[in-house]
């Protein structure tokens, strides 16, 4: 898992450059970007044959699921999209606090 790491301010103490940062760790994101090729061509595939998602019920009767793409690839690979999200506000704080803190 790699960490993303968002500079905060660069300043020289006795000629040495000391850099202060935000450390953001993203472990869905690190996840999706190594299932990336995958799923594009997957969801390319799936856009393009029109496809139709359908679940059986008790019965064996088979129902359409109104489900996006987007879904439907994150729940077959694992993919938390409220992690996801969450760690797209981390990111977000992060870049923020940093502009505040250079803009001082």
């Not at 500079?7 to 935000?22: G, W």
């Not at 977000?92 to 505040?100: D, F, K, P, S």
Request: hydrophobic share 35%; aromatic share 4%; proline share 4%.
């Amino acid at each position: 898992m790699k960490d993303l790491r968002i500079p905060l301010r660069r300043v020289s103490v006795n000629d040495v450059e000391v850099t202060t940062s935000i450390v953001v760790r993203t472990p869905e994101h690190d996840k999706l970007k190594a299932i990336q090729d995958i799923t594009n061509a997957v969801g390319q595939f799936l856009e393009h044959t029109e496809y139709t998602l359908c679940e059986r019920d008790p019965h064996g009767n088979f129902w359409p699921v109104a489900k996006s793409t987007t879904t439907i690839l994150a729940e077959h690979f694992g993919i938390n999209r409220d992690q996801l999200e969450s760690e797209k506000v981390a990111i977000l704080q992060g870049l923020r606090a940093a502009h505040e803190e250079n803009c001082r």
